[in-house]
């Protein structure tokens, strides 16, 4: 669960296109310092009275005034060191996972594809919301592909990166 944001964030910091974090610090004399680091997984910190924040939570939160408590940001375009406001948006768990790109253990090649040996044939299937839903066999990986951007469209709207917007279909 992330912990709340800090009423008083807007007094201290600022948007700020920029800074590679998205965030500046406000000062009494000089212009806005950037602030953040960059986390190994990808993502911004900031440190803010000895606590650290996810960077793209303090944007939304700097933008709209809201704080996105309890709730996902994700970030459209799926690069998690974009938190420019237009980028982010808040969503449930399972409509930012369905916004992810290709797996790198993935071995099909496809999102949502997997292949059956005892069966010789491809598998499409979807998760949502904690449930696997099985799409059927397919005789090529393609049509897989295909039967699982249809149900991720269908089930995800416009939060889905499916195959075909991904390139690979």
């Avoid at 201290?12 to 500046?24: K, Q, R």
């Avoid at 299937?125 to 904690?130: G, K, L, P, T, Y």
């Amino acid at each position: 669960m992330t912990k709340q944001l800090p009423a008083n964030l807007k007094e201290t910091f600022c948007l700020d296109p920029a800074s590679p974090s998205g965030l500046s610090k406000r000062t009494k004399s000089e212009e806005p310092q950037p602030v953040g680091w960059l986390e190994r997984h990808g993502y911004w910190r900031i440190r803010f009275k000895g606590q650290k924040y996810w960077a793209h939570r303090v944007c939304y939160y700097l933008h709209t005034g809201t704080d996105p408590c309890g709730l996902e940001i994700d970030h459209i375009d799926g690069n998690t060191q974009n938190n420019h406001p237009e980028n982010l948006r808040v969503c449930s768990i399972s409509l930012n996972q369905a916004n992810q790109k290709l797996s790198q253990r993935n071995t099909s090649g496809y999102k949502g594809v997997t292949w059956k040996t005892n069966r010789n044939k491809w598998a499409a299937q979807i998760n949502c919301a904690s449930q696997y839903f099985y799409l059927g066999l397919y005789d090529s990986a393609l049509d897989a592909a295909r039967a699982y951007d249809a149900a991720a469209l269908e089930m995800f709207g416009n939060h889905a990166k499916t195959n075909e917007m991904l390139n690979l279909v």
